[in-house]
Each structure stands twice: as structure tokens, then as C-alpha cells.
């Protein structure tokens, strides 16, 4: 057993204590499996949230009308839940109501692939209801029970399927995939943060063009944000080379250049926050001209979004060395207005009037100190100043 799991143990042994059913349930018991690093132990528990509350002497209601406890043991948090339905969904969306039930059965029939449907005993033995190990095996993502009526549910789901395909390196299942064809316009029910955060893990996963592929095969591309008539420039960045994207920053640069987007739009449209808006701009205007920078575009880039630009570079043009571009940013004599030898308050000082003027011969004296026709001395940026 993973050591994870190892230390959450003891939790599961009370609640069996106190009478109640207790497994490891979700991703932690796929990616274990699999010899994957886990992120957090799921527990799943016949006990009712206030059982819960009754066995631990330490708890926090983290979630307590979806049924989640966290049980605090020795300064780490697990969170239990009920074992639960979601019977009724409304809108292709998950219902934010939920029924507690005592049967694991039914908590697992609710989930939404056959991998992530496993339950696995506090002695490491597996529950595999509905062949989830051998799907495991076969490295297949296969929806529990009927596909169909799955994604009817939840239209989320058919984004997890593409995002766990890139993630995991799995293929989707041929029934299922019919399914995310067929439903992919429900996708229009599901907010854009939820459909963001999967595409945004779909891009970073280890098999991006694989879930790429399946985006685009189903149609699912077609029901998200200013993708809908970029069929063509996606398939072309499905072709780019599959090595991993080590950042958000980076996916984003490049679905921003390859579509041709128009990126603040976009990155509005996908609700994706200011700053990697801002760094994802400065990276696509740099981008197309990073073979022959001035020293001007990349001190505006910043050096956030050189390093980004560089790193997707890599992508549009295997081979290409971003240490060169990388050394001319390190190079530029500043790097900041703030690092300017001279600034208002020191043109005031020597008589000169504030106002949009003072603003732009600041603005003059920056960009020849950046690009080398002024050394950064005081002195010197004063004559420039006066001499205007
Ligand atoms: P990861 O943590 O890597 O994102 P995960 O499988 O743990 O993967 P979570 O979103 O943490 O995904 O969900 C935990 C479990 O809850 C899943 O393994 C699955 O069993 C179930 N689940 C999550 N979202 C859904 C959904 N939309 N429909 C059905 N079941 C779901
Ligand atoms: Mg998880």
C-alpha cells in the first residue's frame, strides 16, 4: 500500500470500529494503482456526516451538505463522505443536492468512469464493480453504466473524459466516445470555469494530443469559447511534439498563437485570471519576433514572458535554444522603470513642470537607456532630459 494511504488507515479502522463501512474511493485509488503520485486520500463512509462527527474527536464541516467531513489525525486532514446518489440532475449539471445512503454500490454506480469507480479496503483489497481494473489495465476510460445517459447527466464529464485521457494516457472507450459525440453540445450547460479547468489540465497532461484529438474528433471543441471554427489551426496544434507543457502560461501562449485568438478576449472569455492574461499577452506579442528581438520588446515582455515565449518556441520550432534570448533579456541594462537613474520627482527638482510632458521625456530617456544610447548615470540622463 501507498504510504498515503498507510497513514490514513487507522481512520478507516475506527469508523469499521464504530460499526460503519469505510474504503479509499476516487482518484487516490486509481493513481495508486497506476504507481502515481496521489494528491489527497478520498474516504468514502456508510457513516452519516454527524457518525462521523461522533467517532473523530477532531473534525471540521468542510463540506457537510455534500457529506464531507474533514477528520483532522495528528495535524493532517481526511476528508469522509458519505457514501451518496445524486438522483436528481437538473440542467445537465450535478444537482448541489444529494441523498446519503449506506450502500457503497450505490455511492460507486454515481461515478463517473469505471477507474475512478474503485474502492479499495483498509487491507488494500480492491471493490471493482464495474471492471474498472481491467479498464486499468487496458489503459481505458469507460463511463459507468450507460454512457449515454451519463453525460445526459453531467455534460462536465465528457470534459473530464478528454482531460483524463491527456492526463492519464488513456484512450477513451469506442461506446463512450460515441456518446461525447452525440452529446457534446450539452456542453453549453456547464460553466466556463469548471470547462476551463479541465481543457487547462487536458493541455498540461503527459498525452495532450491524444485528448486534443478526442476534443476535436467529438465535437466538444465546437461548444467552448472562440474554438468553434478553429477546427483546422486545432488539428495543427495537435500535431505539435508531445512533450509535456510545463505550465498554464505556456498552454495558453500557444492555443493563443497557433489559433490565431485574439488573447485578451480569449482569456476573458475562458475566465482565466488577470495576470495570466497579462503574461499571456506579453508572451504571443513576443513570440513571433523572438528571433530578432529589440532590446525595447523585451524589456516591455518582461521576464516572465520571455521565459514563457522561449519555452513555447520550443514547441513551434524543435531545437530552438531559448538561451540566447534569455542571456539578451539578462543583458538589458535595466529591467524596470524603478530601475532608471533618474526619475519625476528629480526632473521637478531641476525646474521642469509636471504634466504629460515631464511623462514622456521620462518615457524617451527609458527607452534609450534600454536600448544603449544612454549610459544609466544621473548625470547624463539629466543633460538628455534638459537638452529636449
Ligand atoms: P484528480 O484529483 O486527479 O482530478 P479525481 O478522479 O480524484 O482526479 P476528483 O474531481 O477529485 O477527480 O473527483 C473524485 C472522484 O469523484 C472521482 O474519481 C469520481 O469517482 C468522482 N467524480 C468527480 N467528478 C465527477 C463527476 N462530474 N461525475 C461523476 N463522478 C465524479
Ligand atoms: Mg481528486
Same mark, same amino acid.
Given at each position: 500500500t501507498h504510504p498515503d494511504f498507510q497513514a490514513a488507515i487507522p481512520i478507516l479502522k475506527q469508523i469499521e470500529a464504530a460499526g460503519y463501512e469505510a474504503y479509499f474511493v476516487g482518484g487516490s485509488v486509481r493513481d495508486a494503482l497506476l504507481g502515481l503520485p496521489i494528491h489527497d486520500v478520498d474516504i468514502a463512509s456508510s457513516a452519516y456526516p454527524e457518525e462521523i462527527k461522533q467517532i473523530f474527536k477532531k473534525t471540521v464541516d468542510t463540506g457537510i451538505q455534500h457529506g464531507t467531513v474533514m477528520v483532522l489525525d495528528h495535524g493532517v486532514g481526511y476528508e469522509v463522505t458519505t457514501f451518496r446518489t445524486e438522483s436528481t440532475y437538473q440542467d445537465f449539471r450535478r444537482p448541489d443536492q444529494v441523498t446519503f445512503v449506506r450502500s457503497l454500490a450505490e455511492d460507486l454506480k454515481r461515478r463517473d468512469f469505471t477507474v475512478n469507480a474503485l474502492a479499495a479496503r483498509h487491507d488494500g483489497s480492491v471493490v471493482d464493480m464495474f471492471a474498472g481494473l481491467a479498464d486499468l489495465k487496458a489503459k481505458r476510460l469507460r463511463a459507468v453504466g450507460d454512457p449515454q445517459a451519463r453525460f445526459h447527466e453531467d455534460a462536465l464529464r465528457m470534459m473530464r473524459a478528454v482531460r483524463f485521457e491527456s492526463q492519464l494516457g488513456f484512450a477513451v472507450a469506442p461506446a463512450t466516445q460515441a456518446a461525447i459525440a452525440e452529446n457534446a453540445p450539452l456542453l453549453a450547460h456547464i460553466s466556463v470555469e469548471r470547462i476551463a479547468s479541465e481543457f487547462t489540465r487536458l493541455l498540461l497532461g503527459q498525452d495532450r494530443n491524444a485528448g486534443l484529438a478526442t476534443f476535436l474528433a467529438t465535437g466538444l471543441y465546437r461548444y467552448v469559447p472562440q474554438m468553434a471554427t478553429k477546427a483546422k489551426a486545432l488539428a495543427a496544434f495537435g500535431q505539435l511534439p508531445d512533450t509535456p507543457i510545463a505550465s498554464a502560461a505556456v498552454a495558453w501562449t500557444l492555443v493563443c498563437h497557433c489559433l &490565431?485568438?485574439?488573447?485578451?478576449?480569449?482569456?476573458?472569455?475562458?475566465?482565466?485570471?488577470?495576470?495570466?492574461?497579462?503574461?499571456?499577452?506579453?508572451?504571443?506579442? %513576443?513570440?513571433?519576433?523572438?528571433?530578432?528581438?529589440? #532590446?525595447?520588446?523585451? +524589456?516591455?515582455?518582461?521576464?516572465?514572458?520571455?521565459?514563457?515565449?522561449?519555452? &513555447?518556441? &520550443? +514547441? %513551434?520550432?524543435? /531545437?530552438?535554444? #531559448?538561451? #540566447?534570448?534569455?542571456? &539578451? +533579456?539578462?543583458?538589458?541594462?535595466?529591467?524596470?522603470?524603478?530601475?532608471?537613474?533618474?526619475?519625476?520627482?528629480?526632473?521637478?527638482?531641476?525646474?521642469?513642470?509636471? /504634466?504629460?510632458?515631464?511623462?514622456?521625456?521620462?518615457?524617451?530617456?527609458?527607452?534609450?537607456?534600454?536600448?544603449?544610447?544612454?549610459?544609466?548615470?544621473?548625470?547624463? %540622463?539629466?543633460?538628455?532630459?534638459?537638452?529636449?
Open positions: &490565431a485568438l485574439p488573447v485578451a478576449a480569449t482569456m476573458k472569455a475562458w475566465k482565466q485570471a488577470n495576470d495570466l492574461n497579462h503574461l499571456v499577452q506579453n508572451a504571443v506579442g %513576443l513570440l513571433p519576433k523572438l528571433a530578432a528581438t529589440t #532590446p525595447w520588446d523585451l +524589456y516591455l515582455a518582461g521576464k516572465a514572458a520571455v521565459d514563457v515565449a522561449a519555452a &513555447a518556441q &520550443a +514547441y %513551434l520550432q524543435p /531545437g530552438f535554444d #531559448p538561451a #540566447p534570448v534569455q542571456a &539578451a +533579456y539578462a543583458a538589458l541594462p535595466i529591467h524596470s522603470s524603478r530601475d532608471l537613474a533618474l526619475n519625476g520627482r528629480d526632473l521637478m527638482t531641476h525646474g521642469m513642470r509636471p /504634466g504629460p510632458q515631464l511623462g514622456q521625456t521620462l518615457k524617451r530617456i527609458e527607452q534609450a537607456v534600454v536600448c544603449g544610447r544612454l549610459s544609466n548615470q544621473m548625470e547624463s %540622463l539629466l543633460a538628455a532630459a534638459m537638452d529636449e
